[in-house]
């Protein structure tokens, strides 16, 4: 069948048994082999892990999501491995669209962002250099992303790059109004930020 996930219910089968004997607890490949039944395989622990069923630290194995989590984390772990994905093909692939220009982009409704990953210094000075560098012009807007920690410190950014003298201060030609918001990630300890900010 066209789309079909491979050996999707041999993941299903060990993701289901990981959470009856381990809950969220973490556990290596040998206590998997040792202690639960069905196939537990290196190749279908990694399976269940791409599958986002599971996730690796590079010690031990986990149960990635609760099956009764909302939906909503669901989508959002979805999401998240769908953009690490992505990046990852434009990495090693000519790509189309932006890829050939290093320019990583995010979709919110219908228009392309360009992404600006905000660092642990989120100067205005830092964040304005590397949009100088960025053809903004083929795109909706820029989106500032950031551990969800700093949230605080982007929105501030976003202030002062909304500020209608950003562009006499800073010799940016774009002007830019706060678009929305968004916090994606399925571990609460471990969330992106997210704030999109539309050309005017």
Same mark, same amino acid.
């Given at each position: ?5 491979p050996r999707?219910?041999d993941?299903l ?7 009856d004997?381990?809950?969220t607890?973490?556990?290596t ?5 040792r202690?639960?039944?069905? /196939?537990?395989s290196?190749?279908l ?5 791409a599958?986002g069923?599971?996730?690796?630290d590079?010690d031990?194995?986990?149960v990635? %999501?609760?099956?009764d989590?909302p %939906?909503? /984390?669901?989508?959002? &772990?979805? %999401?998240e491995?769908? $953009?690490?994905?992505r990046a ?12 050939? $220009?290093g320019?990583e982009t995010?979709?919110?409704g #219908?228009?392309?962002?360009a992404? @600006?990953?905000?660092d642990?210094?989120p100067?205005?000075e #830092?964040v @304005? $250099? ?5 053809p903004?012009e083929?795109?909706?807007g820029?989106?500032?992303r #950031?551990? &969800?920690?700093?949230?605080?410190? @982007?929105q ?7 500020e209608?003298? %950003?562009t006499?201060?800073?010799?940016l030609? $774009?002007?830019?109004?706060k /678009?929305?918001?968004? @916090?994606v990630?399925a ?8 704030l999109?900010l539309?050309?005017?």
């Amino acid at each position: 069948m066209a789309g079909a996930l491979p050996r999707l219910e041999d993941a299903l089968e060990l993701y289901a048994a990981a959470v009856d004997r381990y809950g969220t607890d973490r556990f290596t490949a040998a206590q998997a082999r040792r202690e639960l039944s069905g /196939e537990t395989s290196a190749g279908l622990l990694e399976l269940a892990v791409a599958y986002g069923l599971l996730e690796f630290d590079g010690d031990a194995y986990a149960v990635r %999501i609760e099956p009764d989590a909302p %939906i909503a /984390e669901w989508r959002s &772990g979805a %999401i998240e491995r769908a $953009e690490r994905l992505r990046a990852a093909a434009i990495d090693r692939t000519d790509g189309n669209g932006r890829a050939e $220009e290093g320019v990583e982009t995010l979709t919110h409704g #219908s228009r392309r962002f360009a992404s @600006v990953a905000v660092d642990d210094d989120p100067s205005l000075e #830092s964040v @304005v $250099e590397r949009l100088a560098a960025l053809p903004l012009e083929e795109f909706a807007g820029i989106v500032l992303r #950031s551990p &969800g920690e700093r949230a605080s410190a @982007v929105q501030r950014l976003a202030d002062r790059l909304c500020e209608p003298s %950003i562009t006499d201060e800073t010799g940016l030609e $774009e002007r830019f109004r706060k /678009e929305a918001t968004d @916090v994606v990630g399925a571990d609460k300890n471990d969330l992106e930020f997210r704030l999109f900010l539309e050309r005017t």
